[in-house]
């Protein structure tokens, strides 16, 4: 009802913030240039697309990239390997972070606390490449590897992890949630501090112990924090991300962890096969769109928190 | 008050830009000389030279504006970049569009955008090929490594650093070892066998080792008739290695050397770095690798290993003495132009510059009464330096920086390195005896469009291939699946493979390297 005189209002209410507006235009300028303009490239998924004769000389070959993506013999397998290896993150590495928030949250000595911080912090600071050198040598070698010589120890047989398909995106995915789960408890942590601690003292007048508590009082009141994340995380369900995977990837365990981030590098930065890598590219966009839409609906049903 | 601020800092940013971009121009043209540069070239430089790759600013460096000076040039760009990223550098650099007037190719036209040659992007040189123009290249670079650089087309399409032997590998063997085993340096893959388990009952950790890709893993294939990604001929057809029988007797072989500990357990995960370091700490008992890097590795295996002794032979061979290693043609790397270049007469005398007796000097010694002195005789007084900086400061003068030379070995720098006269008396007497014939293929475009096809020379890139490889090694599987990999490999694209090749076969466009 404000608004009815619309015009005159937003005029002068664009005048009276202008300071705001003009320290928004940067970051506009760069999401128009470099957000949505790039989009623009995409055309080049329907073009036999040629570096030396660029966008607009390149032949158009309609739907044969994508036709070619479906057709191909491994094009199952890579989406599979893509759909779980995110899954597996989800059900394990998503979770796993609001469990560490709320133990450190329960430790009640600061300075043990902070050590602790600092500690899980710490390996999301370590490239994937040198987590890729830890996984694969340090721990699971099979000459000298850390876990090997615990099973040696125990009276087993040295497992060589790295060529057994069936342990690479458990490996995977456990590199990602060492590296990061420390990290992830961040955000938590900063919204269980921001509960209103007089709900915690009633709840303990009642008679609530400390499990009582995080069950009905800590969980509910961050599930916003929570939901909005995993609906943030669901959008990149197939960005998995190319390095975390690349790194533990070699020529017997490919079968189940290649993935889409692998298989463009390998097909469309090494072989310049651009269009062809540029359609998988919009594959995955509208399968992750379609994801982040349905999650997104469910959420709004069953617990009214959504991204929009 | 304010709105000023806000419009004298826009104008500042706005300059700012502007100045920015404008003084890369002028840059760029002041240092385009005005006394007349033979030539004058920018230039696309994946190299391994670590001593580019650290350099601040290449363009400044002592050695390169030397070479400049000597052979009356002008280099306005050189864009350095890994060589082992090459064919991301590549690949981002045609896309970018801002080419520069040379490139310099690593391995033939594989690492560049499939297609290439046909798009007209890089000149034809035919023409200046001229002996009377410039004798010293003409005479020095060997006929069959500018067939490998020409084009189904007939053109010539680039200026090959080329090998004066086109065999760059051995066997290196820890003599100490073999000693203490009480064995003879072995001929036979049978007797190869016998001392990798002499090694391994002696606990040598590593009997022999490999690394990821197959790269440097040449030992056994020779003898079996099938090198991984080489092409032979059956019955005047021209077929892989990949999917002959004796491919299958090798793999088979490889999983027997795997089963047994004869081979590291992890060497087809082995990173470079790995692999070597395995090396130095003396757990490798037989290795293959560059005949050049012979010195290196002697001092780094020493320094952990006091006792170890290393020497160079042959590949084993069958019962047949038929065996060998990787041949690698002539060609090596090349200097290809861009089409929009005019000035390829400045480009091949320089070129034919860097041939002369005078170049070799230069980039071998460096400049007279300051890195080299000549004695009364005639000979040349040359340290060779013992720091890894000194080394790899001279690596990239006397080898890696712009030039046209035999890269198989340096016959002038060799006397000067530790162990060198052996290395050059092993390149003269013994390396020619231990190769593979196989054939040169043109570039065909079924593979080029086809990732799971690839076959790269002396890596396995392609995962199909490497998977099956793998797989039968490590005993994932019987080695048995040879024969359904084979099948899939014709399925998926192979047959146009084959087929490609033996028209160009049929044309004559096609020939054993020797």
């Known amino acids: 009802m404000k608004h009815s005189n619309a015009p005159r209002i937003d005029v002068r209410h664009y005048v009276n913030n202008r300071a705001l507006y003009i320290m928004l235009i940067p970051g506009l300028i760069y999401l128009i240039l470099f957000r949505y303009v790039p989009l623009l490239g995409n055309v080049i998924a329907f ?43 989800i059900l394990f590495g998503f979770p796993a972070p609001i469990v560490f928030a ?39 070698s099979p000459d000298y590897g850390l876990f090997n010589y615990i099973i040696t120890l125990l009276g087993g047989e040295p497992k060589y992890f790295m060529i057994d398909p069936a342990w690479t995106k458990p490996i995977i995915v456990s590199a990602g949630m060492w590296r990061d789960t420390g990290w992830g408890t961040i955000i938590y942590l900063a919204a269980i501090a921001g509960i209103d601690p007089s709900l915690y003292e009633s709840a303990f007048i009642d008679g609530a112990g400390r499990v009582r508590q995080i069950i009905s009082i800590t969980l509910p009141l961050i599930l916003p924090v929570i939901i909005t994340l995993l609906l943030l995380k669901v959008g990149r369900f197939l960005d998995f991300g190319f390095e975390r995977v690349y790194v533990f990837l070699n020529g017997l365990n490919l079968e189940s962890g290649d993935i889409f981030d692998t298989y463009i590098y390998r097909v469309g930065l090494l072989n310049g096969q651009f269009s062809y890598t540029t359609a998988i590219g919009i594959f995955k966009a509208v399968v992750g769109f379609s994801l982040l839409m349905v999650m997104n609906a469910i959420s709004k049903k069953t617990t009214s928190n959504s991204l929009f | 008050m304010k709105k000023l601020r806000l419009f004298m800092f826009l104008v500042f940013l706005v300059t700012s830009f502007a100045l920015f971009a404008g003084g890369q121009e002028e840059a760029s043209q002041m240092s385009s000389g005005e006394d007349g540069p033979i030539a004058s070239f920018s230039l696309a430089y994946p190299t391994p030279s670590i001593y580019a790759q650290e350099h601040p600013n290449i363009l400044e460096d002592q050695w390169l504006n030397e070479l400049e000076r000597r052979a009356n040039v002008d280099i306005t760009r050189m864009d350095i970049y890994p060589h082992t990223k090459r064919q991301e550098f590549y690949n981002l650099l045609f896309a970018s569009g801002d080419l520069p007037d040379v490139f310099y190719i690593l391995s033939a036209w594989q690492d560049l955008p499939p297609g290439i040659l046909d798009e007209g992007v890089f000149q034809p040189l035919d023409e200046h090929l001229d002996a009377d123009k410039y004798p010293n290249l003409m005479s020095t670079v060997p006929e069959t490594a500018w067939k490998e650089v020409t084009h189904l087309d007939g053109h010539v399409y680039g200026v090959p650093r080329y090998l004066s032997t086109p065999v760059r590998r051995a066997v290196y063997i820890r003599k100490d070892l073999l000693d203490e085993a009480g064995l003879d340096v072995p001929v036979t893959r049978e007797e190869f066998v016998e001392v990798l388990r002499a090694f391994k009952d002696m606990g040598v950790r590593y009997p022999y080792s490999g690394r990821e890709y197959f790269a440097y893993e040449n030992l056994f294939w020779g003898s079996f008739g099938a090198p991984p990604g080489a092409w032979v001929e059956r019955d005047g057809q021209l077929v892989p290695t990949f999917i002959i029988p004796e491919f299958k007797e090798a793999l088979t072989f490889y999983n027997m050397l795997w089963e047994d500990g004869l081979i590291d357990k992890e060497f087809l995960t082995n990173t470079g770095s790995e692999w070597r370091a395995k090396i130095h700490a003396g757990d490798v008992g037989m290795w293959t690798h560059n005949i050049n890097s012979f010195a290196g590795w002697n001092s780094n295996v020493q320094s952990n290993v006091p006792e170890a002794e290393l020497i160079l032979v042959n590949s084993p061979v069958d019962e047949n003495g038929q065996g060998g290693l990787w041949n690698y043609g002539r060609r090596n790397r090349h200097f290809s132009v861009n089409a929009q270049y005019d000035n390829v007469e400045g480009l091949m005398e320089f070129f034919d510059w860097s041939t002369t007796e005078e170049a070799r000097m230069f980039y071998d010694f460096g400049i007279e009464g300051e890195t080299y002195t000549i004695n009364d005789n005639g000979t040349v007084e040359f340290t060779y330096p013992v720091n890894q900086s000194g080394q790899q400061e001279l690596l990239w003068r006397a080898e890696f920086m712009p030039m046209i030379d035999n890269m198989a070995f340096n016959e002038n720098l060799l006397p000067y390195q530790t162990g060198g006269d052996y290395v050059l008396e092993y390149f003269q007497t013994r390396a020619d005896t231990d190769q593979f014939v196989h054939w040169f293929v043109p570039e065909l475009r079924s593979v080029q469009e086809n ?64």
């Not at chain 1, 191909?72 to 597996?88: E, V």
């Not at chain 1, 709320?102 to 600071?125: A, D, M, W």
């Not at chain 2, 080695?479 to 160009?504: C, M, Q, S, T």
């Open chain 1, 102 to 140: 709320l133990l450190l949250n329960e430790v009640r000595h600061s300075g043990t606390k902070r050590t602790y911080q600092s500690i899980l912090y710490l390996p999301h600071f370590l490239s994937w490449v040198v987590i890729g050198g830890i996984f694969t040598k340090q721990l699971l």
């Open chain 1, 47 to 89: 073009q036999d697309y040629s570096v030396f004769r660029g966008l607009w000389d390149s032949n158009w070959v309609g739907l044969k990239h994508f036709v070619n993506l479906f057709t191909y013999q491994d094009f199952y397998q890579i989406l599979r390997n893509s759909l779980l290896i995110s899954l597996y993150d």
């Open chain 2, 451 to 514: 990732p799971d096809m690839h076959m790269f020379v002396g890596n396995v890139r392609s995962n199909l291939t490497l998977e099956a490889m793998s797989k039968i090694i490590y005993s994932v599987e019987p080695p048995d699946f040879h024969d359904e990999f084979v099948e899939e490999w014709l399925e998926r694209g192979g047959e146009e493979v084959i087929a490609e090749a033996n028209k160009y076969h049929r044309e004559g466009q096609t020939f054993p390297f020797e």
